[in-house]
């Protein structure tokens, strides 16, 4: 069985830059496309960043463009994601996501594509 298991959130100040990791435990049998989440209190999931497989396709909301950035070791058992220039807006519970795929270069930005969570980081960015 799969998991997933992110670290890395915590307090940071605006402006300041976290580093979150997402680590899958257990085999995965075919290749897979990652993925990061995140919900605000009150708020429904929304998309911050995929990558494929191969990870050289990467795709973001258009509010973290610019200031995120996700990656993925070679050995395809974690994702990463760098966050710089935080916002108060980005206060959020992250998750990441994985899925299997047939194709090295894509990536799949909706929740209800991907099977698999973790059970979230705590990300607050205060003032």
């Known amino acids: 069985q799969v998991r997933l298991a992110e670290s890395g959130g915590g307090l940071v100040q605006a402006g300041g830059s976290l580093r979150l990791s997402c680590v899958i435990s257990?085999?995965?049998?075919?290749?897979?496309?990652m993925g990061w989440f995140r919900q605000a209190p009150g708020k429904e999931r929304e998309f911050v960043a995929a990558i494929s497989w191969s990870g050289t396709r990467t795709y973001y909301e258009d509010s973290v463009k610019g200031r995120f950035t996700i990656s993925r070791d070679s050995a395809k058992t974690a994702a990463y994601l760098q966050m710089n220039s935080l916002k108060l807006e980005d206060t959020a519970v992250y998750s990441c996501?994985?899925?299997?795929?047939?194709?090295?270069?894509?990536?799949?930005?909706?929740?209800?594509?991907?099977?698999?969570w973790g059970q979230g980081t705590q990300v607050t960015v205060s003032s």
């Open positions: 996501a994985v899925r299997p795929t047939n194709a090295g270069t894509t990536y799949f930005i909706r929740p209800g594509e991907y099977g698999t």
């Open positions: 257990g085999r995965f049998e075919s290749k897979h496309a």
